[in-house]
C-alpha cells in the first residue's frame, strides 16, 4: 500500500534562517506532488506541483522553492524565512485518478 | 480569478439529522468536484469525487451534488454522528494532467450528542 511521509512534524525557526521539508512517498511510481500550506483557520493554498522528475510549477510567487530530485521526494526550500511563512505545510501524492493523499503535516513557527 | 466559496460560519446540528454543507465557484468550470475531511492538526481526507457529468453521488451515509449551472456542490451527511465533527473542504479539479485542485476554505461541523 502506498504511505507518504513528512518530516519534521514542527519546526521553530528564526526569520531568516532557511528552510528545508522533505516529503516521500512509498508505494507508487511517478506520482503527482503537490506543495500546500495552511494559514490557521485558513483553507488549503498550492503553492508548488510537480508532474515529474525536475519538473516544478510555481502557484504563488515568494520566497519559497520546490526541488524533485527523485521520483518519489518533494523539497519545500526557502533562503531566508519571513513571519508570514509560518502555517501547516502540507504534502501529498495523486495518480490519475485525480483524489489526493496527504501527508501528516508539519507545523512550521517562525519567531 | 477562481473563487471557492463555502460557508465559514461553523454548522452546528444535533446528532442523527442531516448536516448539508455548500460549496460554490466562480470564473471557474471544472471538470470534477471532492470533498475532504480534515481533523485538526491533520492532513485532509478524501472522501468523495463527483464528476461533472454526474448529478449525484453517494457513499453510505455521504451524498454529494454538483450542479454546473447553479456552479454549486452540496455536501450531505445522513444520520450524523459526533464523530462527524470536523472541517470539511470542497475541491474543484481541472482538466489538465496536473490534477491540481483549488481548496476552499471549509466549514466546520459540529454535531452534538
Known amino acids: 500500500s502506498q504511505t507518504i511521509h513528512q518530516w519534521p512534524a514542527t519546526l521553530v525557526q528564526p526569520v531568516g534562517s532557511p528552510l528545508s521539508l522533505e516529503c516521500t512517498v512509498e508505494?507508487?511510481?511517478?506520482?503527482?506532488l503537490y506543495w500546500y500550506r495552511q494559514a490557521a483557520g485558513r483553507g488549503l493554498q498550492l503553492l508548488f506541483y510537480?508532474?515529474?522528475?525536475?519538473?516544478i510549477s510555481s502557484e504563488v510567487p515568494q520566497n519559497l522553492s520546490a526541488s524533485r530530485p527523485q521520483d518519489r521526494q518533494f523539497i519545500l526550500s526557502s533562503k531566508k524565512l519571513l513571519l508570514s511563512d509560518s502555517g501547516f505545510y502540507l504534502c501529498?501524492?495523486?495518480?490519475?485518478?485525480?483524489?489526493?493523499?496527504f501527508g501528516p503535516g508539519t507545523r512550521l513557527t517562525v519567531t | 480569478s477562481q473563487k471557492i466559496e463555502q460557508n465559514s460560519e461553523a454548522l452546528n446540528i444535533q446528532e442523527g439529522k442531516t448536516a448539508t454543507l455548500t460549496c460554490n465557484y466562480t470564473?471557474?468550470?471544472?471538470?470534477?468536484l471532492q470533498w475532504y475531511r480534515q481533523d485538526p492538526g491533520r492532513g485532509p481526507v478524501f472522501l468523495l469525487l463527483?464528476?461533472?457529468?454526474?448529478k449525484e453521488k453517494r457513499k453510505e451515509r455521504l451524498k454529494v451534488t454538483f450542479d454546473t449551472t447553479l456552479k454549486q456542490s452540496l455536501f450531505h451527511i445522513t444520520a450524523s454522528q459526533p464523530a462527524d465533527s470536523a472541517t470539511y473542504l470542497c475541491?474543484?479539479?481541472?482538466?489538465?494532467?496536473?490534477?491540481?485542485?483549488?481548496f476552499g476554505s471549509g466549514t466546520r461541523l459540529l454535531v452534538r450528542p
Open positions: 501529498a501524492w495523486s495518480r490519475q485518478g485525480a483524489k489526493q493523499y
Open positions: 508505494g507508487t511510481s511517478n506520482p503527482n
Open positions: 510537480s508532474v515529474g522528475i525536475g519538473q
Open positions: 470564473n471557474y468550470s471544472p471538470a470534477y
Open positions: 463527483i464528476r461533472e457529468n454526474e
Open positions: 475541491a474543484p479539479g481541472g482538466r489538465d494532467s496536473s490534477y491540481k485542485l483549488i
